[in-house]
């Protein structure tokens, strides 16, 4: 039986496998599809790894110092677009710079587990 994205919602809140999570988004990795979710605003996305990490890349790609002292209409709104996952948004650069904060935390996370999950290994092989 297919879980939906509200199961995989449910999963999350009760689940230990939260990676970062700030007040306006929160991510996961899910055990039963083995992927990173995202949940932002209306963003609400299921990421392979690799996925992930070039998201990570468009994202911090944006230049938003430059979009601060730009006095135009365009410059106040960024859209950010996976299309292969589904993600199509138009966000404020306050949003934009919400979603970067939980992105780059999200990688953080996974990162330090990366690390730790090796320590551990490493340090059971010598005993």
């Keep these: 039986m297919r879980k939906d994205f509200h199961d995989l919602y449910q999963l999350a809140v009760n689940n230990p496998n939260e990676l970062f999570s700030t007040s306006k988004g929160y991510s996961f990795q899910c055990d039963v599809t083995s992927r990173i979710v995202i949940h932002f605003s209306e963003i609400q996305a299921s990421f392979r790894i690799q996925d992930f990490l070039n998201f990570r890349r ?19 709104y960024e859209f950010v677009e ?4 589904n993600i199509y948004a138009k966000l404020t650069l306050c949003e934009l710079i919400q979603l970067r904060d939980l992105i780059n935390g999200t990688h953080f996370a996974i990162e330090l587990n990366s690390l730790l999950h090796e320590l551990i290994y490493q340090e059971s092989e010598l005993v």
Excluded at 60 to 73: G, H, Y
């Design 82 to 85: 996976a299309p292969q996952l």
């Design 58 to 76: 468009f994202v911090n790609k944006i230049d938003i110092r430059s979009r601060i002292f730009d006095l135009s209409d365009e410059s106040d």
